[in-house]
């Protein structure tokens, strides 16, 4: 079973910065993506930042610019750098891995930005 835990979250002011990472049970480069979701309470799950095996990132519209990902192979790690932060960026935020058919998360880290 790929197991996924998150940390690095926390309170933040609007404008601020943080870093989540991502400590991954396997091989990151054994699965055709890593991601970052979010979500809200009464939402859906928003995958907001990806990144291939072969370094390929995408990112939601509500984060391009301002939000970075990235892995670390020697260390099996994911992370999620996250800047100009506004408060409409609160959420639990999970870390995703993604294998054929197959979707796993982590159990979430809560962002919560002070307007």
């Known amino acids: 079973q790929v197991q996924l835990k998150e940390s690095g979250g926390g309170w933040v002011q609007a404008g601020g910065s943080l870093t989540l990472a991502c400590e991954v049970s396997?091989?990151?480069?054994?699965?055709?993506?890593m991601g970052w979701g979010r979500q809200v309470p009464g939402t859906q799950r928003e995958l907001v930042a990806t990144?291939?095996?072969?370094?390929?990132?995408h990112y939601a519209d509500s984060v391009k610019g301002r939000f970075t990902i990235s892995k670390d192979g020697a260390t099996n790690t994911v992370y999620l750098q996250m800047s100009g932060l506004r408060s409409e960026d609160t959420a639990v935020y999970y870390c995703?891995?993604?294998?054929?058919?197959?979707?796993?998360w982590g159990q979430g880290t809560q962002v919560t930005v002070s307007s």
């Open positions: 396997e091989n990151i480069f054994d699965f055709n993506y």
């Open positions: 990144i291939t095996v072969g370094e390929r990132e």
């Open positions: 995703n891995a993604h294998r054929a058919r197959y979707d796993w």
